[in-house]
């Protein structure tokens, strides 16, 4: 049997964002909990979706002690915010950062017996749905909004935990590219390739079937086609990564994800490595690692990536393409092409032995072992 779970309803495309009050007034919401982190505040793109619940007469209280890897602090200051704010329901307004916290914040609420943070990661057997969450994302890759997942950083043990709860989906996902376009090149680029590893991940996963499958190379095609136009800031390549990375969104949430994952998380724990730039240098050594488990799926993930005559390819040679076409567009988008700058190299036991613990390990279409991803570490030195 398989399960599939997605938001009650979406909103897509420019202007999407006046929709909240609708929703919100609709559902008799009556306060809003706005989470929010402090530079989307600072430039103004908070305030995109605060002037819509102004002049719908929607009350709100904010909260932005978010960092860009939340912790279990900003949860639990997060946790007792809500409680004195007489909010009701909460619209995240972010990243992947602000969208997780709210998660977890919203689980916790109606969930008190799970107050302690550390008690959600993995497949926590809450029995309420959280508090009421209206996502509206701000960049094209976490696909948060519509996803079961979310990761808070364990500041104190240096490593991420990996949540997957059915009760967290917002209910409300509001998906408007206007309120991607003032992303930094930087991180479009990072976020973009985080999406496009949803999308390849998801599609080669063990829990993969014929739903997710769609789901993912229709992602892999939007993203290949419009991530260089979003680094270029063009209306098209913004709308064309909003959708790409909500549709692999719908995906990898059911099926789940690999070990690019898994070894980009220790990253984001110990160096603060944005998460999009991990999964990118991370995924085309550990698509070369799990082309033997693949079957012909590459040849599919090298035709979507717009790669011609697959169809006339040997198995090593649309496997090679669809590795070369990801290497590619990485490159297009200025991703660097190794750990060197990054990883210490006394780190890597730690790094191993925390990526094979993470949650998403256990998906990866090929079985590993602490020593094998040792090995994938050093590769990337």
Known sequence: MNRFVLNETSY???????????????????????????????????KKVLDVLDEAGLAYEVYSNIKPNPTIENVQTGVESFKKSGADYIVAIGGGSSMDTAKAIGIIIKNPEFADVRSLEGVAP?????????????????????????VITDSEKNRKM??????????????????????????????????????????????????????????IEIISKNLRGAVDNTPEGREGMALGQYVAGMGFSN??????????????????????????????TVMEYNAPATGDKYKYIAKAMGVEGTENMSVEEY??????????????????????????????????????????????PRDTSVEEITELYKSLM
């Open 162 to 219: 990996v949540c997957v709860d059915v009760h967290d989906i917002p209910v409300v996902a509001v998906v408007d590219p206007d309120m991607m376009s003032s992303m930094p090149k930087g991180l479009t680029a990072a976020t973009g390739m985080d999406a496009l590893t949803h999308a390849i991940e998801g599609y080669i996963t063990k829990g993969a079937w014929e739903l997710s499958d769609m789901f993912h190379l229709k992602a």
């Open 255 to 284: 099926v789940g994800l690999g070990i690019v994952h898994s070894m980009a998380h220790p990253l984001g724990a110990l160096y603060d490595t944005p998460h999009g730039v991990a999964n990118a240098i991370i995924l085309p």
């Open 126 to 150: 809450t029995k309420n749905p959280a508090v009421p969450i209206i996502a509206v994302p701000t960049t094209a890759g976490t696909a948060a909004e519509v996803t079961i997942n979310y």
């Open 12 to 46: 897509h495309g420019a202007g999407a964002i006046k929709s909240i009050a609708d929703e919100a007034k609709g559902r008799g919401f009556k306060k809003a909990f706005v989470c929010s982190d402090p530079d989307l505040i600072k430039f103004g793109v908070t």
């Open 319 to 364: 496997r090679k393409a669809a590795i070369d076409a990801v290497k590619k567009l990485s490159q297009d988008v200025g991703i660097p092409a190794d750990l060197k700058e990054i990883v210490k190299p006394e780190d890597i036991p730690f790094l191993a032995q925390s990526a094979y613990d993470d949650a998403c390990r256990p998906g990866n």
